[in-house]
């Protein structure tokens, strides 16, 4: 099956501290790659981070990072420096070679002040 | 970054009737279009795969001859939901791909709100 689980229904950080949010997935393909959107209330899906399959390197943007453990099939999200703009849904993913999109159940994040 | 647009954002129609939902990339030509379908509280469903000139790729479960798609041109995508009914309300949302370097971007519009009375 080619799913995407996010274990995490809702997360919650305080304000300049770090937070990881999981994210595992299953697939057949040998082509393929992982991404983190985030939702915020305006429903705007914003790309926070991308990460190809074949690449070993941990992708990083600002922030963000990534844990990619290929073998286990797993794709966390770090985030660090929480910020209050932080705050939304975030989807982990998954893509294939013909640009369709699989996407997790969704993290719901809380940044507390 | 590449822009979509979605029109309109909002929409309330009476259950029977038809409506249409555009998707347009402003800012580069997309071959490719996806619409997605989000309920409250929960994720994107893919329903289909609208590739320009050629008839759109339905997902399992999905009716083709109720959610109509049309992408007539490389920027533009339509989404008709036909002899609407209050379970089809939701949240509509497209995106678009777009090349870049050596792979494929995918941007998304702002979405539409469906409400069928």
């Known amino acids: 099956a080619q799913t995407v689980t996010q274990s995490q229904p809702e997360m919650s950080v305080q304000e300049a501290e770090t937070v990881t949010l999981s994210c595992t997935y299953d697939?057949?393909?040998?082509?393929?790659?992982l991404f983190w959107y985030k939702q915020p209330p305006s429903r705007q899906m914003i790309l926070v981070i991308r990460?190809?399959?074949?690449?070993?390197q941990n992708a990083t943007e600002n922030r963000f990072s990534v844990n990619f453990q290929k073998a286990a099939k797993s794709f966390s999200l770090k985030i660090s420096d929480s910020q209050l703009g932080d705050a939304a849904m975030y989807f982990c993913?998954?893509?294939?070679?013909?640009?369709?999109?699989?996407f997790g159940k969704g993290t719901k994040l809380s940044v507390k002040p | 970054g590449a822009v979509v647009s979605q029109h309109p954002s909002r929409v309330i129609c009476k259950s029977g009737t038809s409506v249409k939902i555009e998707c347009r990339s402003l800012d580069f030509q997309a071959t490719t279009m996806f619409w997605y379908r989000q309920f409250p509280k929960q994720s994107l469903m893919l329903m289909a795969t609208s590739n320009e000139g050629s008839k759109a790729t339905y997902e399992q479960g999905v009716e083709k001859d109720k959610f109509l798609i049309n992408h007539a041109s490389l920027t533009l995508s339509t989404l008709t939901v036909t002899s609407a009914h209050p379970e089809d309300s939701s949240f509509y949302i497209c995106?678009?791909?777009?090349?870049?370097?050596?792979?494929?971007?995918?941007?998304f519009g702002p979405g539409t709100r469906l409400t069928v009375t």
């Open positions: 697939t057949s393909e040998s082509d393929y790659y």
């Open positions: 993913g998954r893509g294939g070679s013909q640009g369709n999109l699989i």
């Open positions: 990460q190809e399959a074949y690449k070993q």
């Open positions: 995106s678009a791909l777009k090349p870049r370097d050596s792979y494929y971007e995918q941007y």
